[in-house]
């Protein structure tokens, strides 16, 4: 079997897909299928030679839908993934008079500022007329996949697939590599919280800078966020808050990253104040590793709270209110493992090890084969 994955993925890191691709890559190869991989040319990205050394056939191509849906058509695969929204129509009309079974993978919320999936005659011509040439709508919350039914996507069609990390890196530290990651980022005795602020709107910096001056003596760890954002958080850090408060300790830098473990082995919680998220693979992370996660009451983080009490869900857009729940989770300290046996390395499985991880890889490898949806 021959399967290409057409994936509009723009991230120089590995991010959680690369590990996901890496997993699906070498179930495929394993047992003798080829996957081929098309991917935006964003630079020079670590991950590509990570890929090609497991066998994957990696294409890059200029950062447009139908440059990529030719090389897609090139590629006569028997199975055609489409990830993410950008590519989706180009591609599908490029296989459109192929027997190559197509899935789209709907990775992203609809909307970045409301939670209501406006409808509109495009994204209806989308989803309900050439979508009808897609196999599956690959859905990673059971919210995505009510906009996609409301967008016209065939209901039999969409299947729930909630996005997965790897147990046998993401897991609680002891407390050597702990320690070891807070000396790493100059962190002292106080709590720090992570955010990850690429895009500031839609993470809510400005929410979370809000809520910095009605906190006392926490570090904000900041990751990937525009110098400019990194700015406003200092000096709202530096800000005095209502009666009781006292300043925020400090605000640290860090850049984009190509593992984030060791920044969430450091910090005692993750910060969400989003206003759009489709299933952010860096809260599974978090939560893999044993800390809390504070999170907008968007519907994706509702669903996770859901199925896991170390989520904490606050009033969107709401700083005071991010404020109290952060207070609330750096009351709880992160979960850490038992000290490692002499001569263990310091990332060793836990005993669920890859578990998660391989079944999602073994479910989406399932939705190639034709047949009912599972």
Not at 290 to 315: C, I, K, T, Y
Request: glycine share 8%; net charge positive.
């Amino acid at each position: 079997m021959r399967v290409v994955w057409a994936a509009a993925y723009g991230g120089l890191q590995r991010g959680g897909f690369i590990p996901a691709l890496e997993r699906v890559a070498d179930r495929l190869i394993g047992r003798g299928d080829r996957l081929d991989v098309v991917v935006p040319d964003v630079g020079a990205a670590p991950w590509h030679d990570d890929v090609r050394a497991r066998g994957v056939r990696l294409h890059v191509v200029p950062n447009d839908g139908r440059a990529a849906a030719r090389q897609v058509a090139a590629l006569r695969g028997d199975v055609v993934h489409a990830h993410f929204h950008d590519w989706l129509v180009p591609v599908t009309l490029a296989v459109w008079s192929s027997r190559a079974r197509l899935l789209w993978h709907l990775h992203s919320a609809f909307e970045t500022d409301t939670v209501t999936v406006r409808v509109n005659p495009r994204r209806r011509l989308k989803f309900g007329l050439v979508g009808m040439r897609a196999a599956a709508f690959v859905c990673v919350t059971e919210t995505i996949a009510e906009g996609a039914r409301a967008l016209g996507a065939s209901p039999r069609k969409i299947v729930v697939v909630p996005n997965a990390v790897d147990a046998a890196r993401f897991h609680p530290p002891d407390a050597a590599a702990r320690d070891a990651a807070r000396a790493a980022l100059g962190l002292g005795p106080e709590p720090a919280v992570a955010f990850f602020g690429r895009h500031p709107g839609i993470k809510g910096a400005d929410v979370l800078a809000g809520a910095l001056p009605r906190l006392d003596g926490v570090t904000v760890v900041a990751v990937a966020t525009p110098p400019g954002t990194v700015a406003e958080l200092r000096a709202a850090a530096s800000a005095t808050g209502g009666a009781g408060a006292s300043d925020v300790a400090r605000v640290v830098d860090v850049p984009f990253t190509d593992d984030v473990r060791e920044v969430l082995w450091a910090v005692d919680a993750l910060a969400l104040p989003s206003r759009g998220e489709g299933m952010p693979f860096v809260a599974l992370e978090a939560l893999a590793c044993g800390l809390p996660v504070v999170a907008s009451d968007l519907p994706w983080a509702v669903e996770l709270a859901g199925r896991n009490p170390a989520v904490r869900l606050f009033r969107s857009e709401d700083p005071a209110a991010l404020a109290a729940a952060l207070r609330d989770a750096l009351a709880t300290p992160p979960v850490s493992s038992a000290p490692a046996p002499a001569g263990s390395a310091a990332n060793a499985p836990a005993a669920a090890g890859t578990d998660e991880l391989d079944r999602w890889a073994d479910r989406i490898i399932a939705l190639y084969r034709r047949g009912p949806l599972r």
